[in-house]
């Protein structure tokens, strides 16, 4: 089942592959759950996902406790008087000045398919801030929102960073995660970059914890760019590399096929 929202780096199309790599227990935590793609695709008993946009999780929880109703407030806004530019950035600025959290929900699907390219962008005031994208009929994602929330019965959705939630982690869990990407670039250039805040030294530290968490037993296995910078950083867990399609970009030319790995992190490899 495909995801109800467009997402940067979605992992739709690889999941099978992730799938492959991922063990059995009795929960799935993710760190940074992002628009799902795993968690509507697997069939652990229990799930805590996780991410530090705090409107996909309010989202997410609306979505759990209310099903169909909320699914049916969401469908209100996807009629042809609202997919117009003028209107997109009216429901923009409310969703940005909204203290009504179901509503400001329900915007976050709306501008998810009507702005350019599906991206969630946010300015340096919390604002979000992607520009209309010019869709003929954006397409409301009923049928996929009905059986995220069927599937969210046994799960946890929490916004925090993905330290605390990899710290929480217990014996029988397993974590997966699909963190912001390293540059394919040179890492010469690597020092200065941040995405959403998500540099070097978070970089590392999501490392640091992957190690520690299976030095206590608990399978980690996380998505990234295949870099030396990664490789080295990620030294003595196992690594599956391909490669992948890329599709969301401004310049289409530029969406062509991507270097990937998915590093697996188990407490055999760091016996000593």
């Given at each position: 089942m495909k995801p109800f929202l467009k997402w940067a780096g979605n992992k739709y199309q690889i999941v099978d592959r992730i799938k492959e790599q991922l063990p059995p227990g009795k929960r799935l935590i993710e760190p940074f759950v992002g628009s799902g793609a795993v968690f509507v695709n697997t069939a652990y008993d229990a799930y805590l996902l996780a991410d530090a946009n705090g409107d996909l999780i309010q989202l997410y929880r609306h979505l759990q406790a209310e099903g169909?109703?909320?699914?049916?407030?969401?469908?209100?806004?996807?009629?042809?008087?609202?997919?117009?530019?003028?209107?997109?950035?009216?429901?923009?600025?409310?969703?940005?000045?909204?203290?009504?959290?179901?509503?400001?929900s329900a915007l976050f699907i709306y501008l998810n398919k009507h702005c350019f390219n599906g991206l969630c962008r946010y300015n340096q005031k919390g604002e979000y801030n992607v520009p209309f994208g010019r869709y003929q009929k954006p397409y409301f994602p009923e049928k996929e929102m009905h059986f995220f929330y069927q599937h969210a019965q046994n799960a946890e959705f929490r916004r925090a960073d993905f330290a605390t939630v990899?710290?929480?982690?217990?014996?029988?869990?397993?974590?997966?995660?699909?963190?912001?990407?390293?540059?394919?670039?040179d890492t010469a250039n690597f020092t200065s970059y941040s995405a959403g805040g998500f540099g070097v030294a978070e970089q590392q530290e999501l490392a640091r914890q992957a190690i520690a968490c299976a030095e206590r037993g608990i399978p980690v296995v996380i998505s990234n760019h295949d870099t030396d910078f990664v490789r080295e950083e990620y030294a003595g867990a196992t690594f599956v590399a391909f490669n992948v399609q890329r599709y969301i970009s401004c310049n289409g030319s530029k969406r062509g096929k991507a270097a990937e790995l998915l590093a697996i992190f188990r407490e055999d490899q760091y016996l000593h």
């Open positions: 169909d109703d909320f699914i049916a407030f969401a469908r209100q806004f996807f009629v042809p008087e609202n997919n117009t530019k003028a209107q997109f950035y009216h429901f923009r600025t409310e969703f940005n000045m909204t203290q009504d959290t179901r509503y400001k990899m710290a929480a982690a217990e014996p029988g869990d397993v974590i997966y995660c699909d963190p912001p990407y390293v540059p394919l670039s």
